[in-house]
């Protein structure tokens, strides 16, 4: 998911805060076929895109049209995370790190 900072180390099927629905569900099909057991999404980056209000409602609303059994894990890359308000809006169970490991 886009960062604030070093946009460059965003993966080509990465999340922009510009993409609309369509762009949205092609990266996560993408995304899921690559890793088919997966059960969850997660943003080790992504505080550009977590904190947008309208980027979180078009992405949970394609996961609760697309995939309804996945849920969010929030790295709280941002305090102005959207992630919880927007996940709760469409039914997706999320949850959100207590402490952040990197490196």
Known sequence: MEPMDRKELLAPIGLKTDMDRDR?????????????H???????MGSQYTGDTGAMKRLMSVIHDQQPEIFFVDSLTTPKSKVR????AYGIP?????IF???
């Open 38 to 44: 997966a059960v969850a999404i997660n943003n080790h």
């Open 101 to 103: 490991l990197d490196n």
């Open 85 to 88: 308000k927007e996940a709760t």
């Open 24 to 36: 949205i569900a092609l990266s996560l099909e993408t995304g899921f076929d690559s890793v088919p």
């Open 94 to 98: 999320s949850l959100a790190r207590d």
